[in-house]
């Protein structure tokens, strides 16, 4: 498959699509084998395997595209094209209606653009080739080994202890982890066999396989050469050289390590170690202009003040420290004294209460004419009106007769009142033979 160029800017130019007469769009597909005139399709008409007269499905084919670089990574072969036709139509150095008609570009990029690719390079020296190139270099080093230094190596730790686990199941004798970035790739290639009866579609798709399995595996090695080059292997090494670093620079070094990968190891390190000497000067500056601010001039005395200094912050930390614990006893004295004021002031009013509570005037109360003298004392008494004494009467008669006897616990749980009302209404109930106890 070849990627062409298209005949024009203007869908209008491209002949119409033989399956469904729409307008061309790139890309679209022109048959490699029907001639003379062009058989073009439309990727619609295309995957439906669209076929007329002479032209069968299984014919070779070209894609029509014009959406890549030749020259430039910025400038797409159609724009190339306009480009030159534009120069045609509007002449050599009239780079305003150049620009007007290609209407992607302004006027600088057009004449810098033609002046660089068509007037002073005579070679052509097209993107495409050192792309080309890059590719071939990259080709070559990622096949060779990266080599460790000698003080870089890794420890060869036994497998499955706890050093292998913090190294990733890393194994040196073989450089390589025991499970790797994108570790599954190759499943892909296990089913690929090429064959010499392979249809040219098929044999375009495995090598696109191949293609695509190449890359994950350089995307593999890059992240593998990252770890390698920073040291990130032996991942206790690394924390204790990043301990050694005041906490702020840590700090900074986990906002970097990002960036890790972007520059080298060496310039990393350089800028982490740049920031942590700032951070000491920083800190030396402050220090002496307090030594200014107290009037030291020599650093005897700074040594006197720096000794007289950190003894005054011991004592101040002491005294806060025993401020904060006679604070914190005297909170729970005072919390304990309000608790036992409550308690003592909560059971004197309820004793007042229960000792000044007049007897309940039954006068008028429903329920009042169904019960005798003593039920009526008993209601004056315990502040119980008839209706509720009546019902409450009768819940425990029934459970009395159902279980052939009642106690006082029972009788609580069926009476949600006070638990004292409770207790004399039991009573009394047991006391005139209206239930027995259990």
């Known amino acids: ?55 069968q499905s299984d014919h070779k ?40 008609q290609m209407r992607t570009k302004t006027k600088e990029e057009c004449e810098g653009h033609y002046m660089k690719n068509f007037i002073n390079n005579p070679l052509f020296s097209s993107t495409l ?3 080309r190139q890059m590719e071939d270099h990259l080709s070559r080093t990622a096949d060779t080994a990266i080599p460790f230094k000698p003080t870089d190596d890794p420890p060869r730790p036994s497998f499955d202890s706890q050093v292998s686990r913090d190294m990733a199941g890393y194994m040196p004798a073989r450089a390589d982890f025991m499970e790797e970035f994108d ?6 290639l296990k089913d690929i066999d090429f064959v010499d009866d ?53 700090d900074l070094y986990d906002v970097m390590r990002r960036f890790a990968r972007v520059v080298g190891p060496i310039e990393h390190d350089k800028f982490i170690e740049s920031h942590a000497l700032e951070f000491e000067l920083r800190r030396e500056i402050r220090r002496l202009q307090e030594y200014r601010r107290e009037g030291i001039q020599s650093f005897c005395g700074a040594k ?19 401020c904060d614990v006679l604070q914190y006893i005297h909170d729970a004295q005072l919390f304990i004294n309000a608790n036992i004021l409550a308690l003592y002031t909560t059971s004197y009013y309820n004793t007042a209460l229960q000792r000044s509570a007049p007897p309940l005037n039954l006068t008028g109360l429903p329920g009042t004419e169904k019960l005798n003298e003593r039920e009526k004392e008993l209601c004056q008494v315990v502040r119980l009106v008839p209706g509720a ?50």
């Not at 024009?8 to 890309?27: A, Q």
């Not at 006197?304 to 025993?322: G, S």
């Not at 069926?414 to 209206?434: C, H, P, Q, S």
Request: net charge positive.
């Open 129 to 131: 080739l050192s792309l």
């Open 198 to 250: 392979d249809s040219d579609i098929l044999h375009a798709l495995k090598v696109a396989v191949v293609d695509i399995y190449h890359s994950r595996l350089e995307e593999r090695q890059r992240r593998k050469k990252i770890i390698r080059d920073h040291g990130l292997i032996n991942l206790r090494k690394f924390q204790i050289l990043e301990r050694r670093y005041p906490k702020e620079v840590q």
């Open 61 to 100: 084919y070209e894609i029509m595209t014009s959406d890549f670089p030749v020259l430039e990574p910025g400038w797409t072969a159609q724009e190339e094209m306009a480009l030159l036709e534009a120069v045609m139509d509007c002449g050599f150095g009239n780079w305003s209606d150049v620009a007007y």
């Open 183 to 188: 570790n599954y790739a190759e499943w892909d």
């Open 304 to 322: 006197v003040y720096e000794r007289v200094k950190r003894i005054r912050e011991d004592e101040r930390r002491k005294r806060n420290m025993l």
């Open 1 to 55: 498959m070849d990627r062409l160029a298209s005949f024009g800017n203007d869908p209008f130019d491209k002949p119409p699509c033989r399956g469904c007469s729409s307008y061309l769009v790139e890309p679209y597909i022109k048959c490699a084998e029907c001639g003379p005139s062009p058989f073009l399709l439309c990727l619609q008409c295309f995957t439906r395997g669209y076929e007329y007269k002479k032209h």
């Open 389 to 438: 004494y009546l019902e409450y009467k009768q819940a425990l008669l029934n459970e009395c007769r159902r279980q052939g006897g009642l106690r006082l616990a029972q009788a609580r749980s069926l009476i949600k009142i006070d638990v004292n009302k409770t207790r004399k209404i039991y009573d009394f109930l047991i006391k005139e033979g209206y239930i027995n106890k259990a």
